[in-house]
């Protein structure tokens, strides 16, 4: 669950104070909604979402995002597991640079 604040510049704008997780609650106040790293240099990103609508060459693109704010821990104890109760394992992809 997104949490927003009002940032006041010139103009007024809507910007990420905070995300919590949909499971446990867990707040997560990194400027990223996606990423639980707790250092600058950690890698730690869970998005689980859903894009639905349609994207024409000449009419332009009209979609909608369903996303689900999931902590590390929830990742590993819910997720994971609600896949591997169907079988199902992970797409593993490393990066090294």
Known sequence: M???KTVEHRYRSQAVDSVR???CNR????????????????VNEIIVSR???TNY?????????????????????????LFASFNSK???IEKEA
């Open 51 to 53: 894009e639905t609508g």
């Open 21 to 23: 997780c949909d499971c």
């Open 27 to 42: 707040i997560n106040r990194n400027q990223d909604e996606t990423d639980w790293a707790t250092n600058n240099y950690a």
């Open 90 to 92: 992970p797409t593993i």
């Open 57 to 81: 060459p000449s009419d332009g693109m009209n979609t909608t995002t369903e996303r689900f704010h999931v902590c590390p821990d929830c990742w590993d104890a819910h997720v994971k597991t």
């Open 2 to 4: 997104r949490e927003m």
